[in-house]
DNA sequence: AGTATACACGAACATATGTTTGTATGTCAA
DNA sequence: TTGACATACAAACATATGTTCGTGTATACT
């Protein structure tokens, strides 16, 4: 059985994605899927690829089934969100940073290190959206850049760690060239992805998808004044 | 949210093999799959139930997508595919209406009668300004009239019951000859009430002391995209 | 009777998706 | 050079799979 590091990095790469599709949508993605996240022009490479995962030990295909894959070794790197102590019961979910205009959030492998006994905030279940607490974080906002989508300075923002989205979902996306990390309603067009918020007041803005990380759906947001 | 026993037979079992293929395999079944295994003869009788259990809450499905099921809640009898948080304990807190413009809330003598078990929302402490929770009730915003506070329809607002307030708070006011409730920051001047929206691009009202009846103090906003 | 609603069936449909084939390009050893 | 091997690509293929539609059958209510 091959280390991980004997991997040749596509592979490793491959991996990686299917483990955090899996954990973020609850199946595994399709070859072609697969494919166009690790550039990878042709669905016979995958295919490739994915029988030497097999032939390595860290994976198990079922045959001509759709999605009929299954990660059975960790793979460093996406290990589990451990799962944190708290004495309440309610949901606590982890204050991972903050976000605003012209910074970056690091996430989400820094979670779990990073992570202190004060980082934490109380979150009633009906704001989870149904998620588990322990793929759920929390963040500050901070500056007014979010105010198109109603959302203010100070006001905390509970979010899903996920790298996709679906047509509709408010998500916080870091795009790269312009240095700044922004919460917008997402929906993926012709060639782009278009950043909508909330108030029609204000105008979308269009990115290119290598422009676009998606760090997490936003769940909730509460605020308190005081 | 329907209880598991509300739902029919043929609702249960197919949660049930659902969720144990899944955990089984690796991936969730498809329709097909799921209409053998619970003896239905057309898949879009299976497609129909899989709606069904999305509206009460047990699955989450990805449209157009193989095998785009995910159960979101635990189910009597088998192994739960992920822990799903606890019951909060967090306090509880009336909710006793809503507010929305040229609609009056009724307040507070109401509060104690009208209550049924649903009318509660979970609060965490930190959000409830350090009053007890017996004094605090909270109202679901309806319609788009309070934008200009950063508040949107759909929120729900946490108040402390009270008649008069601070300079600068956010209350909840009741305006007799306008038959209009609203949100804005407060201000007493000279001979009136200056009542402040958040937004600069938006003109404060100002209102006579016997034409503004507060009914509390704004203390946090919760807001949850579902 | 008629109407509405919930649930079920089967067939046709569109396409998502795994598989196969033929070819090309690199490296490495003989 | 040659040949073997690993890896990569594109296109064609077969079918698995979600969706839609028309219909039927109970039950309850007017």
Sequence with gaps: MKDFKRLSLRQQNMLRFMSEY?????????????????????????????????????LQRSGKVSRGLRIIRD?????????????????????????????PISLPEDIAHHIEEDDYVAVPQEF???????????LTVRGDSMIDSMIQDGDIVILRQQSTADNGEMVAAWLPEDSETTLKHFYREADSIRLQPANAA?????????????????????????
């Design 22 to 58: 899996t954990g973020e949508r609850g199946f595994p993605p399709t070859i072609r899927e697969i494919g166009e996240r690790c550039d990878i022009a042709s669905t016979s490479v995958v295919n490739y690829n994915l029988n030497k995962l097999v032939e390595a030990g860290y």
């Design 75 to 103: 793979i460093p790197g996406v290990a589990p969100l451990h799962r944190l102590a708290t004495n309440s019961n309610s949901p606590r979910v982890a204050l991972v940073g903050r976000i605003a205009a012209g910074e």
């Design 128 to 138: 989870l959206g149904g998620f588990d607490e322990n793929e759920v974080f929390a």
């Design 202 to 226: 204000y105008d979308p803005i269009f990115v290119h998808p290598a422009n676009c990380q998606i760090k997490g759906k936003v769940l909730s947001v509460m605020r308190s004044y005081g």
